[in-house]
């Protein structure tokens, strides 16, 4: 059963912590997304990769996240420095070409 | 004002019922429009893919597009006790993974 694997599932972190989340793609997918999910906002688009290279990362704070992919297989988010209001949930996801998206089940952060 | 609205609920119904869950856009080259479901600490997963106006059905499921209102509803019959999750709309101008806007969620639970 392939799925969307992200790490870790909990993490509850002090300001000013660099944290990195990290998802490994279904198999052969060539794209990837970042999606934050809060109650007030919803789930918001931060990043999204095709075959490894950025194609949109407007939808994140520049001064503090960035987002990698070090291989095909492998995907990162990192905060650094974390603030409380980057308390959410953050979804990886992966596709193919066509119109399914696959989520994973998110990281759940808080920072106090 | 955000270019989708969803109203979060929470909808509570009895088993049985039929659901009606609704969206409305602002952004008039949205043409594809989605269905996610998402059950509580669970990524979201797509029900129901429609293009342009029009409806289709899936089992007790049915996606409804009125672009001329630019509202979105969608249909759930016979509801069951465990269709009770968030329901989110999505839509985007085009299909493919070009940014994808989620509405907030609304809320279902369903009664037995």
């Known amino acids: 059963d392939a799925r969307v694997t992200q790490t870790p599932r909990h993490k509850v972190t002090e300001m000013g912590q660099e944290v990195t989340m990290r998802c490994q793609p279904i198999l052969g997918h060539n794209t990837v997304f970042w999606y934050r999910q809060t109650m007030m906002q919803g789930l918001e688009l931060l990043a999204y990769f095709r075959n490894r290279a950025p194609l949109d990362d407007s939808g994140m704070p520049k001064d503090r996240f960035s987002a990698e992919m070090p291989d095909a297989t492998l995907a990162t988010l990192k905060i650094q420095p974390s603030e409380p209001r980057d308390s959410a949930v953050y979804f990886c996801?992966?596709?193919?070409?066509?119109?399914?998206?696959?989520f994973g089940e998110g990281s759940w952060l808080t920072v106090v | 004002q955000k270019e989708v609205e969803q109203d979060p609920g929470p909808l509570s119904v009895p088993e049985g019922a039929i659901v009606s869950l609704n969206c409305t856009y602002s952004n008039s080259a949205f043409q594809y429009f989605m269905w996610y479901r998402q059950y509580s600490r669970k990524g979201p997963e797509l029900l129901m893919y429609t293009y342009s106006s029009g409806n289709k059905e899936d089992g007790r499921f049915t996606a409804q597009v009125d672009k001329s209102s630019k509202y979105i509803s969608l249909f759930i019959r016979d509801s069951q006790p465990s269709d009770s999750a968030t329901y989110l709309c999505?839509?985007?101008?085009?299909?493919?993974?070009?940014?994808?806007?989620f509405g907030t969620g609304t809320k279902l639970q369903v009664i037995p």
């Open positions: 996801a992966s596709g193919l070409t066509g119109n399914t998206i696959y």
């Open positions: 999505a839509m985007t101008p085009s299909g493919g993974y070009q940014k994808v806007t």
